[in-house]
């Protein structure tokens, strides 16, 4: 962006340290982190519309590990959409940003966002999440091509239910999995319907765990997350950028192209413009028919 300042009418962003270098190696800058998201705008705002966010901020881009920050803050501008959430765990309210247009986006990657983690719920039904999320975390001495076999795993189990997956890169280490729920469902049974499906893989790849310790899980097993399926817990969504070498992105996939030789470096923050113009957004049925859990489960 040529200017420091984004005017949309009363929604003014204020940029700052435009040439501030975040991926030291790569040399790409926080101005690179707002220019794409200005430009990723059509395509991720529909993962991000209504939900509230939990913001990873990295001012010094990757020289340090930054900090986490859930309540706006007193510094947020007045126009800034936010809503009051009870903690439990806390013991009071929390403001949370509501990211529903494209001045919001750029004002979190001024905050230095890099990448962009919503619920899986929307405000109308809090309760209630839109998909089940998969996450297939592997350890660092798991290859890439058997979170792929992992995944291809997932598919397999779903296919077997008359499900569909929608499939993506982490951006980091691993793959997410969703499957569209439409809101219909609780986080509980979100939950267990996760459950599921991670046992079923475990009885099928020896390399793959539930144990989420660690310690106890071994090095070289690949931990199956189903407790992202609580309300609250949050992941990279589509689109967004992650805090990785080569400044990657959570990619949304094909099924045919989940196969060995894949890997989330394929996917970066020069080359997934095009990638989405070519193909479209191929992740949008997640956000579409949910599937019938109990019909799910009678096939098991």
Same mark, same amino acid.
């Given at each position: 962006m040529g200017n420091d300042i984004i005017d949309t009418g009363r929604k003014k962003v204020h940029f700052s340290h435009l040439d501030k270098v975040f991926w030291p190696d790569e040399g790409f800058t926080k101005g690179d982190v707002i220019n794409y998201y200005n430009a990723v705008f059509p395509y991720i705002s529909r993962y991000l519309k209504d939900r509230p966010q939990s913001l990873l901020?990295?001012?010094?881009?990757?020289? #340090?590990?930054?900090?986490?920050?859930? #309540?706006?803050?007193?510094?947020?501008? @007045?126009? !800034?959409?936010?809503?009051? +959430? /009870?903690?439990?765990?806390?013991?009071? #309210?929390?403001?949370?940003?509501?990211? *529903?247009?494209?001045?919001?986006?750029?004002? !979190?990657? *001024?905050? =230095?966002?890099?990448?962009? *983690?919503?619920?899986?719920s929307r405000l109308k039904k809090l309760d209630q999440p839109d998909y089940v999320v998969i996450d297939i975390d592997p350890s660092e001495h798991n290859t890439f091509d058997q979170v792929v076999e992992v995944a291809q795993a997932v598919k397999q189990i779903l296919d077997r239910m008359g499900v569909t997956g929608y499939p993506k890169t982490s951006g980091a280490t691993g793959i997410h999995v969703y499957v569209p729920l439409a809101a219909r469902y609780t986080y509980e049974q979100a939950k267990n319907f996760a459950f599921v499906i991670a046992s079923m893989v475990t009885r099928l790849l020896s390399f793959t765990t539930l144990e989420r310790s660690l310690s106890k899980r071994g090095k070289d097993k690949i931990y199956i997350d189903f407790l992202q399926n609580r309300k609250g817990q949050t992941l990279a969504c589509?689109?967004? !950028?992650?805090?990785?070498? =080569?400044?990657?992105? @959570?990619?949304?996939?094909?099924?045919?192209?989940?196969?060995?030789?894949? /890997?989330?470096?394929?996917?970066?923050?020069?080359? +997934?413009?095009?990638?989405?113009?070519?193909? =479209?957004d191929i992740f949008a049925g997640v956000l579409q028919k949910g599937i019938d859990l109990k019909k799910c489960l009678a096939e098991v």
């Open positions: 901020r990295m001012p010094n881009g990757l020289n #340090d590990k930054g900090f986490f920050q859930k #309540d706006a803050g007193l510094a947020a501008p @007045s126009w !800034l959409k936010t809503v009051a +959430i /009870h903690s439990e765990s806390a013991a009071k #309210d929390i403001n949370y940003i509501i990211c *529903n247009d494209r001045p919001t986006l750029l004002y !979190l990657a *001024n905050l =230095g966002c890099i990448e962009i *983690n919503p619920w899986n589509a689109y967004s !950028l992650r805090p990785r070498p =080569g400044a990657t992105v @959570s990619a949304p996939l094909e099924w045919s192209e989940v196969k060995p030789g894949l /890997h989330p470096s394929d996917f970066h923050i020069k080359n +997934i413009i095009s990638r989405i113009e070519k193909k =479209g």
